[in-house]
């Protein structure tokens, strides 16, 4: 039965040699064993991937959010103002100036909203095509698996940083236009000036953008883990959100440092002239560390993985 199995197949090899020679199209093989001219590194290009991502509709959907969430916040200090602007708390002063307006934005975005397109766009980008069923002809054009998910990590990465200075700049053209060009004021009355206070909301979304680093790594490492999207996504929100309840139990005492979340809102430092980098410079190489854990887990789980599907 075996003969019988392999006899054809090894005839219509034999023939489809004989036909290749003939026609001058015969395939020389490389020392590693892949046809002539294939290249690892031109497999699934950055532009390529980018622009697949860009055709979904989740991810206009979630940029868009980001495009509408600074009207949103505008509409409603419009309808609820009461006449009383001027207070110490961060909702307060927002409207004080385009620059507070900035800050309020981001500190109502940081807990919840940032953190769900993070996971979004690095939970869904390998389960999104598990669950479709192509990850597996992906992996056979052929593209190797390291470089499958380099690539959809850098995309992911590149889109979750759009976002972010996408949101950063709406909500600073909202609030240049609605509430001017004064200085930024922070909680204790201090005044930065504009082009200073520019500069450090630019270095609280660069700040932003490394901290949520470590919700990309765990992100990826449960979408290389699963075949739903929605699994992958969810999960990371959902250890988030542990992580920041646990962080206002102030029993935990110092452990509360070790949180992936505990320094999610230390840019708020820069809201002064004199800027205390401690509470940054620890957030960082929180979210790093994390971030570097996660992904090498991801990477070992990718390589590890059975793909079926």
Do not use: C
């Not at 019988?4 to 290749?20: C, H, I, V, W, Y």
């Not at 980001?66 to 961060?90: C, H, K, N, Q, S």
């Not at 200085?183 to 660069?206: R, Y």
């Not at 940054?280 to 996660?294: K, L, N, T």
């Amino acid at each position: 039965m075996t003969d019988d199995a392999e006899g054809p197949k090894a005839g219509q090899l034999d023939m489809a040699e004989t036909a290749m020679v003939r026609s001058g199209r015969r395939h020389s093989s490389q020392p590693d064993g892949s046809v002539e001219g294939y290249r690892a590194k031109r497999t699934l290009p950055v532009r390529l991937e980018l622009a697949r991502q860009l055709r979904r509709r989740r991810t206009r959907l979630a940029l868009g959010f980001l495009v509408v969430l600074p009207f949103l916040l505008l509409l409603a200090f419009e309808i609820g103002d009461d006449g009383r602007r001027g207070g110490r708390t961060l909702a307060d002063m927002a409207t004080a100036s385009g620059l507070n307006f900035v800050v309020f934005t981001l500190f109502a975005s940081t807990g919840f909203l940032l953190v769900v397109v993070v996971a979004l766009f690095f939970g869904d980008t390998v389960a999104s095509e598990a669950s479709w069923s192509s990850l597996k002809y992906l992996l056979a054009a052929p593209v190797p698996r390291t470089r499958l998910l380099r690539q959809k990590a850098v995309v992911s990465a590149l889109l979750s940083g759009f976002g972010l200075i996408l949101l950063s700049a709406v909500a600073l053209g909202v609030g240049l236009v609605w509430f001017g060009s004064g200085d930024l004021i922070s909680t204790t009355g201090e005044a930065v000036p504009f082009p200073g206070a520019v500069v450090n909301l630019a270095v609280a979304t660069a700040y932003l953008a490394v901290h949520l680093s470590w919700i990309a790594g765990l992100a990826l490492f449960l979408s290389v883990s699963t075949d739903a999207p929605l699994g992958a996504v969810g999960g990371a929100v959902v250890v988030s959100i542990l992580s920041e309840i646990l962080d206002q139990i102030t029993a935990l005492g110092d452990l509360r440092d070790y949180l992936p979340t505990h320094y999610s809102t230390a840019y708020s430092d820069l809201l002064s002239e004199d800027v205390d980098w401690t509470a940054m410079a620890h957030g960082a190489f929180s979210a790093v560390a994390y971030a570097a854990v996660f992904t090498a887990l991801a990477i070992w789980r990718f390589h590890k993985k059975d793909i079926t599907s």
